[in-house]
């Protein structure tokens, strides 16, 4: 069946980086953009941005340019998600999702936490 | 991009019905039918039950609908169970061509 399936958890401090996967079973990577979503602990949703999984090209949130990376390896189906010079406010799960079309974010990657402390 | 506003909680008992709605902009929900609708219960990944407004994907109940009037989409549950209980949010596509969430609300089902 469709999935997408995140690497586990991290504990980094403030200044490392960090990159999540996303491994998408059960369907071609390129057919359709994996979106990124953040949830910091006990918040609600935030749209990270999107990459079009053709091309490569990346689309950032307001919030998210500079630090954040979208990147793909079509060979493995895989998409990251690298985050450079962590902040403690970086603290949070990451999910991938697959956009079916504009906004149609279905399935979801199971979500990896992601913990920067001192 | 401002987040689209929710209600931060609604309840309702077993076998009732009821609405969350999700307020955005001319700029967002008012201009565009994409939006989505997702449940999150506690620990686990949101999952899709709404899409273009009033949309269900296969597998999840009828007893999920959506609809929208101007700047604001709605989502209604009836026949409320218990496995309902859970976090429920809204998305928009925008102007600017990117997704914006609604802060969450938070369903008790009493």
């Known amino acids: 069946q469709v999935q997408l399936v995140q690497s586990g958890s991290e504990l980094k401090k403030p200044g490392a980086s960090v990159r999540v996967s996303c491994e998408a079973s059960g369907y071609t990577l390129s057919r359709h953009s994996i979106n990124w979503v953040r949830q910091a602990p006990g918040q609600g949703l935030e749209w990270m941005g999107w990459?079009?999984?053709?091309?490569?090209?990346?689309t950032y949130a307001r919030d998210f340019t500079g630090r954040f990376v979208f990147s793909l390896d079509t060979s493995v189906n895989t998409a990251y998600l690298q985050i450079n010079s962590l902040k403690v406010e970086d603290t949070a799960v990451y999910y991938c999702?697959?956009?079916?079309?504009?906004?149609?974010?279905?399935?979801w990657g199971q979500g990896t936490l992601v913990t920067v402390s001192s | 991009q401002s987040a689209l506003t929710q209600p931060a909680s609604v309840s309702g008992s077993p076998g009732q019905s009821i609405t969350i709605s999700c307020t955005g902009t001319?700029?967002?929900?008012?201009?565009?039918?994409?939006v989505s609708w997702y449940q999150q219960h506690p620990g686990k990944a949101p999952k899709l039950m709404i899409y273009?407004?009033?949309n269900r994907p296969s597998g999840v109940s009828n007893r999920f609908s959506g609809s929208k009037s101007g700047n604001t989409a709605s989502l209604t549950i009836s026949g409320l169970q218990a496995e309902d209980e859970a976090d429920y949010y809204c998305n928009s596509y925008t102007s600017s061509s990117t997704l914006v969430f609604g802060g969450g609300t938070k369903l008790t089902v009493l």
């Open positions: 001319s700029s967002d929900v008012g201009s565009y039918n994409y």
């Open positions: 273009d407004v009033s």
């Open positions: 999702a697959r956009d079916l079309a504009i906004g149609r974010l279905d399935p």
């Open positions: 990459i079009d999984t053709n091309t490569g090209n990346p």
